[in-house]
């Protein structure tokens, strides 16, 4: 299904094919499913629609170490080259960073997802920022699809911590000027900053997810696992025109559950759980076993950022879930070859269409609603 974009979103653009010549660097990636899938539906897109821009002067796109697959499909939907760079480590495990092209009055993006090892790919982030910063790039933007220290949002215990604030200060100094990030824990991280902050939504190809991959989805109920999350799904909800439901959960301590209670009513209909991230997925298999025993038919699970830690990916093998379905702002390769119902998202098409937009000054508020192709 082609979504209907508006009247000027392509106002600067040609004919120019959405892939370059040379087609084959992202088949010598990796060969998992997913990534064949993804080549493959890049390639029919091309037939398609003009590429996001000809040729875009004075940007460049660097990826750090924590997911360069999700930076070559955004510079594929993009048509550029991912930038020069090389990162590694001394002895004594300091992270070093080379930007090996000239970035002098260049609108700069660095994509660098706050998953794997995360204070060295936070740390990695913010040299490359500081790098190209003090190299006079004209502006910096920080692509961040899983923003790091999420969860440490408030002061919810005496002498806590509020990490995602002192994550936004330093990604501040560093000297990042915009930051582009997704489906954000809370929102209220975005008054963290004193830069441009832009949240995209997952909403709209998960949505689109449902739509294509369940059937009898007008018979489904969207459920969100606790109170934080009802607005998201009474949101998904209200665009699919069916109904909702929550859990209340409490908790004893961090990633630990202590009683369930559904508000809502799912006998014999097909529940789909909505949260924008599974940890441990501790909290997906206590809800779903509390929705299988209020009559729910069918479970599905989707969530933004698949982090799947710990005993994640067994609880997941051993759950009733029909599919567990996360989007690609973290590597999921290796957790689809460990597990067969993990589903994965393409999301960087929203990424890539952030980037042109703001690197042509025009209004990323469509993509809060709207899924590009």
Same mark, same amino acid.
């Given at each position: *299904? ?9 106002? #600067? ?6 892939i370059?010549?040379? %087609? ?11 990534s064949?899938?993804?080549?493959n ?5 091309s037939? +398609? ?5 000809? =040729?875009?002067?004075? @940007? ?5 170490s ?6 070559k ?6 048509g550029l080259e991912?930038g =020069? ?9 300091e992270?070093n ?11 700069v993006f660095?994509?660098? /997802? ?7 790919n ?9 790098a ?5 790039a ?13 969860? &440490?949002d408030r ?6 911590p ?15 000027d ?9 929102? &209220? ?8 902050v ?8 998960? !949505? =689109?997810?449902?739509?294509? +991959?369940?059937?009898?989805? %007008?018979?489904?109920?969207?459920v #969100?696992?606790?109170?934080g999350?009802? %607005?998201?799904?009474? /949101? !998904?909800?209200? =665009?699919?025109n069916?109904d909702?439901?929550? @859990? +209340?959960?409490?908790?004893?301590k961090?990633?630990?559950?202590d ?10 209909? !097909? ?16 809800a #779903?076993?509390?929705?299988? #025993? ?7 699970? @989707?969530?933004? +950022?698949?982090?799947?830690s710990?005993?994640?990916i ?13 989007t690609?702002t973290?590597? &999921?390769?290796?957790?689809?070859k460990?597990s067969n119902?993990i589903?994965? !998202?393409?999301?960087?098409? *929203?990424? /890539? ?16 609603? &709207?899924?590009?192709?």
């Amino acid at each position: *299904m082609v979504e209907t974009m508006e009247k000027n979103d392509y106002q #600067s653009l040609n004919g120019t094919p959405l892939i370059n010549e040379d %087609k084959s660097y992202l088949k010598s990636k990796t060969n998992s499913d997913f990534s064949k899938v993804t080549y493959n539906n890049i390639l029919k897109l091309s037939e +398609h629609r003009p590429s996001l821009c000809p =040729r875009m002067p004075n @940007i460049k796109v660097f990826g750090g170490s924590s997911h360069p697959g999700l930076t070559k499909l955004i510079c594929t939907r993009l048509g550029l080259e991912p930038g =020069r760079v090389v990162a590694k480590k001394f002895s004594n495990r300091e992270t070093n960073v080379e930007i090996n092209e000239s970035v002098r009055g260049e609108d700069v993006f660095i994509v660098q /997802s706050g998953c794997g090892e995360i204070n060295d790919n936070l740390m990695e982030l913010l040299i490359m920022i500081n790098a190209c910063k003090i190299a006079s790039a004209s502006r910096v933007t920080a692509v961040i699809p899983c923003f790091p220290y999420a969860r &440490q949002d408030r002061k919810d215990k005496s002498r806590a911590p509020i990490s995602a604030k002192l994550v936004a200060n330093m990604l501040s100094v560093a000297g990042a000027d915009h930051i582009i990030t997704m489906d954000l824990h809370a929102s &209220q991280i975005q008054g963290f900053f004193d830069i441009p902050v832009d949240n995209l939504f997952a909403e709209p190809a998960v !949505i =689109r997810w449902i739509q294509l +991959h369940i059937p009898d989805f %007008k018979n489904a109920v969207i459920v #969100s696992p606790d109170a934080g999350g009802a %607005k998201r799904v009474t /949101s !998904i909800a209200d =665009r699919l025109n069916i109904d909702f439901a929550l @859990i +209340h959960k409490e908790r004893k301590k961090a990633n630990e559950i202590d009683s369930m209670v559904l508000v809502g009513d799912v006998t014999k209909r !097909i529940a789909i759980l909505v949260d924008d991230m599974a940890d441990t997925c501790g909290t997906f298999e206590y809800a #779903s076993q509390k929705l299988l #025993s209020a009559g729910a038919s069918k479970v599905y699970a @989707i969530c933004t +950022h698949g982090i799947f830690s710990g005993p994640a990916i067994s609880r997941i093998n051993n759950s009733p879930f029909e599919a567990v379905v996360v989007t690609n702002t973290i590597p &999921q390769e290796e957790n689809m070859k460990n597990s067969n119902k993990i589903q994965v !998202i393409d999301v960087s098409m *929203m990424f /890539s269409e952030a980037i042109r937009r703001t690197h042509n000054g025009e209004s990323v508020s469509y993509l809060f609603t &709207q899924m590009p192709l």
